[in-house]
């Protein structure tokens, strides 16, 4: 991250007084955009319609105030993470402790300390910027940039309880590399890394829909979470996976397929009648989502044994 000149950020000024809200642009106009509301209600339908990566925030204002505003913020999944500094002529201990306790990152009095509300702004963008690439990296396989582990395990139990919530199909791949531990022998640990860069390519190129996620779920194991997808859907995608490979023909010598591959085994969680439903449901859902995976490490077995380099459901 360079230090000394942070990416642009938006900020949200939000007061029922237009000098505070003058001001304020003007002494943070180096830190990005500003934007600005002059009610709690025309802030939270910005903040609905565009990114914003900080608020400073009025705690006085007629109709709503900004600890109510803060209130529903922290009650909306997609609003909760922005940080929000509160704005207040007030200055007595029980104010700023309910700030904070509505969920408030900062607390300011007025009138405006230019030094000292540019330095505080500052701070908070730091502070969520880090906490942002933290967030990303906890999730991230560092060799390929696809989810890791961890991010899949959330995705799979979100997916899984939304595809009940919607009674729809919701299909897993489980990938595995065919001879991967002969490549490696043949070509080294680092054109063994390199070929799973590549293949993590044509994963995104096969499953290229907007909820499709794809993992690196072990050494050279991938799984991939095809939500609102069928049993023939799936198998569409792991067709365009093995056409995929094909055209990469990434040599492997000590394939007898001459060209790096891979197996795939396919699970399905198909919509269920109401009662079945209701029985399945019942169970925890970290049962499910082993009885899934299950079903797919079952099929990638009879793929391996079939010959690898093709798709079994
Ligand atoms: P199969 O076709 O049956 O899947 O054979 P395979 O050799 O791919 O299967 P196996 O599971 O026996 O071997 C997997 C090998 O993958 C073991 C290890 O050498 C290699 N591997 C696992 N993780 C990594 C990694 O991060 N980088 C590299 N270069 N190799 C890895
Ligand atoms: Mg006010
Ligand atoms: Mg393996
Ligand atoms: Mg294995
Ligand atoms: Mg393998």
Not at 115 to 128: K, M
């Amino acid at each position: 991250m360079n230090e000394s000149r942070p990416t642009p950020a938006t900020l949200l000024l939000v007061d029922d007084d237009p000098s505070i809200i003058q001001a304020a642009s003007r002494l943070l106009s180096d830190f990005g955009r500003c934007r600005f509301a002059r009610s709690a209600a025309d802030a939270l339908r910005l903040l609905r319609q565009e990114p914003v990566d900080l608020v400073l925030l009025d705690a006085e204002m007629p109709e709503m105030g900004g600890l109510e505003m803060l209130s529903l913020m922290q009650k909306a999944s997609e609003l909760a993470e922005i940080p929000v500094v509160l704005l207040t002529s007030h200055r007595d201990e029980a104010t700023e402790e309910a700030a904070f306790a509505a969920g408030a990152v900062d607390y300011l009095s007025k009138p405006i300390r230019p030094g000292v509300l540019r330095a505080r702004v500052n701070t908070q963008l730091r502070l969520s910027r880090a906490l942002a690439e933290v967030r990303r990296l906890s999730r991230t396989d560092p060799l390929t940039g696809l989810s890791n582990r961890r991010a899949m395990q959330e995705w799979l139990e979100r997916e899984l309880l939304r595809a009940d919530r919607q009674n729809a199909p919701l299909s897993v791949l489980m990938v595995d590399v065919d001879h991967f531990k002969a490549f490696n022998d043949l070509y080294g640990h680092a054109g063994g890394d390199h070929a799973l860069i590549k293949m993590a390519d044509c994963l995104r190129q096969a499953a290229s829909r907007a909820n499709d996620d794809c993992a690196r779920w072990g050494g050279e194991e991938f799984l991939v979470l095809l939500p609102d997808t069928d049993g023939p859907g799936a198998m569409a995608v792991a067709q365009h996976l093995h056409r995929a490979l094909a055209e990469l023909a990434h040599p492997h010598e000590a394939s007898p397929l001459g060209q790096l591959t891979a197996s795939v085994g396919i699970a399905t969680l198909e919509p269920l009648s109401e009662e079945r439903a209701a029985a399945l449901r019942a169970a925890p859902v970290q049962d499910r989502i082993e009885e899934l995976l299950g079903r797919a490490d079952a099929a990638l077995y009879r793929a391996k044994a079939a010959g690898r380099s093709r798709s079994e459901i």
